[in-house]
């Protein structure tokens, strides 16, 4: 989450949530005295990511910023 800028404390129950229903898997890994934790998409949410998010891209899709002159 740091690396996008996320609040750790705000954001731990929605993550906590999506790991219970497995649409992403919590890693977590020993270095030094902390402990740092990967979150990394699971199966079931590549299915639902193909399943509703792709075609709703497909249906409106993002437009580039215009530049101004």
Not at 19 to 46: C, F, H, M, P, Q
Not at 48 to 65: A, D, G, H, M, Q
Request: proline fraction near 4%; charged fraction near 35%; include cysteine.
């Amino acid at each position: 989450m740091s690396y996008c800028g996320l609040n750790n404390v705000k954001h731990k129950d929605i993550l906590d949530d999506m790991v219970k229903k497995d649409l992403i898997n919590k890693l977590e890994e020993a270095w030094g005295s902390k402990t740092i934790i990967n979150y990394k998409i699971s199966e079931k949410g590549r299915e639902i990511l193909k399943e509703v998010l792709e075609p709703y891209e497909s249906l409106f899709p993002r437009n580039e910023p215009q530049k101004s002159l």
